[in-house]
């Protein structure tokens, strides 16, 4: 058994290790089109790797539950990173976010909008979605920019590239949308 965890523990160490080294040895021999590859592609891999193991199981666990398993009004502030273009209920997902935040409370996050970068929306259309690791339908700046206006009493949004940032404030008299 430890010799088992021991080998688990190592391949990744080992892997990490030889990786770094060749950062840590060859990064001023690099020339910049091979350095923003494999930035791109360490990018790529969090990305699959956080949809993999932190989302899909996430939203598979919490299915018997509802969306949240909170009361309502209990939070000051909401923080999503990167998650609500994997969620299929978009409309459940926002709803939920607004019932569970105070009033004064502040919602922002980021996430992949649909129209702002060629690039993102290709690897969208043709591996992220046929793959399941996003669901349509996906905002774009303006329909993110409608949707939180009509749910908060303040909201900003600004993109760059294919990711939307926003902050919203939910007034005290603020009507769930």
């Known amino acids: 058994m430890q010799t088992e965890v021991f080998q688990g523990i190592l391949i990744p160490f080992l892997g990490t290790a030889l990786g770094s080294a060749c950062v840590l040895f060859m990064k001023n021999r690099l020339n910049q089109m091979v350095q923003r590859a494999l930035t791109g592609f360490a990018a790529g891999v969090m990305v699959a790797a956080s949809i993999w193991s932190l989302l899909i199981p996430a939203m598979e666990q919490s299915e018997p539950m509802g969306k949240l398993p909170f009361g309502n009004e209990n939070f000051d502030l909401v923080l999503s990173l990167n998650g609500f273009h ?8 926002y709803r939920e976010v607004f019932r569970v935040l105070r009033p004064g409370g502040i919602f922002c996050g980021c996430f992949y909008v649909k129209g702002e970068n060629k690039r993102s929306d290709w690897f969208v259309d043709k591996i992220y ?29 600004k993109t760059v590239e294919g990711m939307a940032a926003f902050r919203c404030r939910k007034g005290k008299a603020d009507a769930q949308g």
């Open 86 to 93: 994997a969620f299929p209920d978009k409309e459940a997902a």
């Open 129 to 157: 979605t046929p793959k399941g690791y996003f669901m349509p339908p996906y905002e774009t700046k303006q329909s993110l920019e409608m949707k939180l206006k009509s749910m908060y009493r303040e909201a900003q949004v």
